[in-house]
């Protein structure tokens, strides 16, 4: 099955912004590949955030936005905040079966 | 409220079975794809598999592929994941996961398989 890369670890100052990506080894990844992103604090269950490349859920925070970007997908955070601390998981589907990446680890410092 | 309730965990020797179960409410679970992702201890997440809306298509984890069955009842509103010939590497928190845009998760049952 397909690898989904993702950044071990990324840090950002609160306020500030920061991108997670989410590459493929199958090449780039499109819309066709019905992007998901996903956040699990520590000790919680994970919760969807955003959708199909660039939908969000009710429950998303507005900071949250997803995008396509340099043959990725992408996931933005404007004005982190503390509680954005989390671990951040990229889902792609290929016809079928989905492959989530190893994940990001973003430290709000 | 939606609400996704996983059962039938538990610690078991090598090689032997397991049926998890999910129970749903809260939304129209017949029209939606469900999927199985699990969590080892400390590790990501990692997706085990998903049935169709009608049970009539499924994909799964080539690692589990052979071992496991995915199933559901939709006049139950409920998910299945039968889990056969299991193996240490199977140990993870296991969790139900659907509904519109794949957007709720039940808490999980967790699966430890050890002799």
């Known amino acids: 099955q397909a690898v989904v890369t993702q950044e071990p670890s990324l840090t950002v100052s609160p306020g500030g912004t920061v991108t997670l990506t989410c590459g493929s080894n199958?090449?780039?990844?499109?819309?066709?590949?019905?992007p998901y992103w996903f956040q699990q604090k520590s000790g919680q269950v994970p919760r969807t955030l955003i959708y199909e490349t660039s939908n969000i859920h009710s429950w998303t925070p507005a900071r949250f936005s997803g995008s396509l970007l340099g043959g990725k997908a992408a996931l933005t955070l404007s004005g982190a905040q503390p509680e954005d601390e989390a671990d951040y998981y990229c889902l792609l589907h290929y016809s079928g079966p989905w492959v989530f990446g190893g994940g990001t680890k973003l430290t709000v410092l | 409220e939606v609400e996704l309730v996983e059962s039938g965990g538990g610690l078991v020797q090598p090689g032997v079975s397991l049926r998890l179960s999910c129970a749903v409410s809260g939304f129209t679970f017949s029209n939606y794809w469900m999927n199985w992702i699990r969590q080892a201890p400390g590790k990501g997440l990692e997706w085990v598999a998903n049935v169709k809306e009608d049970g009539s298509v499924k994909y799964y984890l080539d690692s589990v592929k052979g071992r496991f069955t995915a199933s559901r009842d939709n006049a139950k509103n409920s998910l299945y994941l039968q889990m056969n010939s299991l193996r240490a590497e199977d140990t993870a928190v296991y969790f139900c996961v659907g509904g519109p845009k794949a957007g709720h998760w039940g808490r999980g049952t967790l699966v430890t398989v050890s002799s």
């Open positions: 199958t090449g780039a990844v499109t819309s066709g590949h019905y």
